[in-house]
């Protein structure tokens, strides 16, 4: 079975501060692929990162950064020094080899506050 | 620009009046799919296809149809609407030969059925 879960419904942070959103995949393929999209308040879902399961390197983009480890079926985001533009939707999705569908997340609500 | 164009962006219907949302993609992608959001559920597909005259059901395709005569358009149809299917609707896009390829989305249709 193919399962995305995002424990933190919603997180609420104070500028400058840093922020983890969790991200767990079930998967029994050992190739498959892993997605970050950020929906703002204005609604429009953005593609952040890929990662694909024989890549565990982090991959850092500013203040972005992502953790992917294979050992704890995780890819979490971390946000360093939020900012109020940071404030959003976050969606994680997993999309197995051979497979059609892109499995997401039920999303975690960031908000961060000036 | 590269981008998947949905209409309309807001739409109110009353129960069991047919309705269509049309997406079209510009990017040349063999794969489309519909996905709709309802809060604390996350992305739901609903239907997706691998390329024309290829549909599959994804997750949540009751009381939906689709067609894919053109590789560009893929437009959602909803014969019979009822109060249900109210929701935030996403057609998306991506290359179905690069399974590394994110999912690009339109802007999303929002639509209430009274």
């Known amino acids: 079975a193919q399962k995305v879960t995002q424990a933190q419904t919603e997180i609420s942070v104070v500028e400058k501060e840093d922020v983890t959103l969790d991200c767990v995949y079930e998967t029994r393929d050992t190739t498959y692929y892993l997605f970050w999209y950020k929906q703002p308040p204005s609604g429009e879902l953005v593609f952040l990162i890929r990662?694909?399961?024989?890549?565990?390197q982090n991959e850092i983009s500013g203040r972005y950064s992502w953790n992917f480890q294979k050992s704890t079926s995780s890819f979490n985001f971390t946000i360093t020094a939020s900012q109020v533009v940071d404030s959003a939707v976050y969606f994680c999705a997993l999309r197995s080899l051979g497979f059609n569908k892109f499995y997401f997340g039920s999303g975690t609500k960031l908000n961060v506050k000036p | 620009e590269a981008q998947v164009t949905q209409n309309p962006r807001y739409l109110i219907t009353v129960t069991g009046k047919k309705l269509t949302v049309t997406c079209s993609q510009n990017?040349?992608?063999?794969?489309m799919s519909w996905y709709r959001q309802d809060p604390g559920l996350g992305l739901r597909q609903i239907y997706y296809?691998?390329?024309?005259?290829?549909?599959d059901k994804g997750d949540v395709p009751e009381g939906y149809k689709v067609s894919r005569k053109e590789k560009r358009n893929f437009p959602l149809i909803l014969e019979s609407p009822s109060p249900n299917q109210t929701s935030l609707y996403f057609c998306?896009?991506?290359?179905?030969?690069?399974?590394?390829?994110?999912?690009?989305f339109g802007n999303g249709t929002r639509l209430t059925v009274t």
């Open positions: 998306a896009s991506s290359l179905s030969t690069d399974y590394n390829s994110p999912l690009h």
């Open positions: 990662r694909n399961s024989f890549d565990e």
């Open positions: 296809s691998m390329n024309v005259e290829v549909t």
């Open positions: 990017m040349n992608h063999e794969y």
